[in-house]
């Protein structure tokens, strides 16, 4: 297996657990709102909110569209009232405070800066809640840089997104760049199109009927260690 020397994590569902930083401030909201909260409305705003983040990624909405939308959809299913931009904000707040790791991600992250190679966050998440996370994590000396889309100007997977990333980082061959991530469309599609190896990180075992195609694919961070 080829080695590398910068290694470009994707933020949510790859280095962070966005899942359980996701619940509890959904929780946190509901409770201070005074609004009855269940794992059914967990369910329901996953639903939603997947669906959105969809249409986002595939170009359709703005940013701005699917922080609000996401939650009147979810107020409108529920049956309950609310100022969704008032919501967002503070949800966001509550959200960025979750910097709990994937299994695997702190020492992944020790091992390829101890030796001496270099990680960078490419994310299409929230700037204000990425920033607040990455300063929270346990990982965050192992972190050179991030580039999150809202302040870029392109996400992934753009081809300028990557251009971008390309010429603020330290000039190195593709050849030594490697992309890891959870999502098949705006992470390994994105990579595979500017030229550079993709790492799918695939822990729930998923079938792939995309015809994306990354370079690797694994289960678990622990396996990156061989491409170090």
Not at 38 to 49: F, G
Not at 129 to 145: F, M, N, P, V, Y
Not at 188 to 207: P, Q
Not at 208 to 221: A, D, K, M, Q
């Amino acid at each position: 297996m080829r080695k590398y020397d910068v290694f470009l994590f994707d933020a949510d569902g790859t280095l962070y657990d966005f899942d359980k930083a996701e619940a509890n401030a959904l929780k946190t909201m509901f409770e201070f709102c005074g609004f009855r909260y269940s794992d059914e409305t967990l369910a329901e705003y996953r639903d939603i909110n997947t669906r959105i983040w969809d249409s986002y990624e595939k170009g359709e909405i703005s940013k701005d569209d699917l922080q609000t939308l996401r939650f009147s959809r979810l107020f409108d299913t529920i049956g309950i009232q609310h100022d969704e931009t008032d919501f967002n904000n503070k949800y966001l707040a509550e959200l960025g405070k979750g910097a709990f790791l994937i299994d695997g991600a702190f020492d992944i992250c020790q091992a390829i800066v101890s030796c001496g190679k270099t990680i960078y966050i490419v994310s299409n998440g929230i700037l204000a809640t990425q920033e607040a996370r990455i300063k929270h994590s346990l990982i965050k000396d192992c972190i050179t840089g991030f580039f999150v889309s809202e302040f870029v100007g392109y996400k992934k997977p753009d081809v300028e997104y990557f251009e971008y990333v390309f010429s603020h980082i330290p000039q190195v061959g593709k050849d030594r760049i490697l992309l890891v991530g959870d999502s098949l469309l705006a992470d390994i599609a994105g990579g595979n199109d500017v030229g550079i190896d993709t790492c799918w990180l695939n822990m729930d075992r998923s079938e792939n009927h995309t015809g994306i195609v990354p370079t690797y694919e694994i289960r678990s961070l622990h396996d990156l260690i061989s491409l170090i």
